[in-house]
Nanobody, 124 residues
Framework: QVQLVESGGGLVQAGGSLRLSCAASGGTFSSYTMGWFRQAPGKEREFVAASRWSGGNTYYADSVKGRFTISRDNAKNTVYLQMNSLKPEDTAVYYC?????????????????WGQGTQVTVSS
């Protein structure tokens, strides 16, 4: 059974940085697409970034482009989301998601597995 466990969230001041981690287990991830989503209070879940585990294509939401970077460590089966120049509007619960055998999509229900989420709070 595939499991995704996020970590690295916390409280940070505007302009600061955080790195989220998503430890993946229970699957062969070389053919997966990994994504990050977020959900702020009272808002719908939204796409943040995605990447093929095998490398190559990455895709970012316009709101985070140039500030966030998705990457992975194959040896550790871990995907990262480096978040720089954080803004108060980045405050949300951040979720890691995995999609089997198919490419990048921004549509949440098209991902097969989800982590439990990690809270990111950016103070002004």
């Amino acid at each position: 059974q595939v499991q995704l466990v996020e970590s690295g969230g916390g409280l940070v001041q505007a302009g600061g940085s955080l790195r989220l981690s998503c430890a993946a287990s229970g699957g062969t991830f070389s053919s997966y697409t990994m994504g990050w989503f977020r959900q702020a209070p009272g808002k719908e879940r939204e796409f943040v970034a995605a990447s093929r585990w095998s490398g190559g294509n990455t895709y970012y939401a316009d709101s985070v482009k140039g500030r966030f970077t998705i990457s992975r460590d194959n040896a550790k089966n871990t995907v990262y989301l480096q978040m720089n120049s954080l803004k108060p509007e980045d405050t949300a619960v951040y979720y890691c998601a995995a999609r089997r055998w198919k490419g990048i999509t921004v549509v949440g229900p098209e991902y097969d597995y989800w982590g439990q989420g990690t809270q990111v709070t950016v103070s002004s």
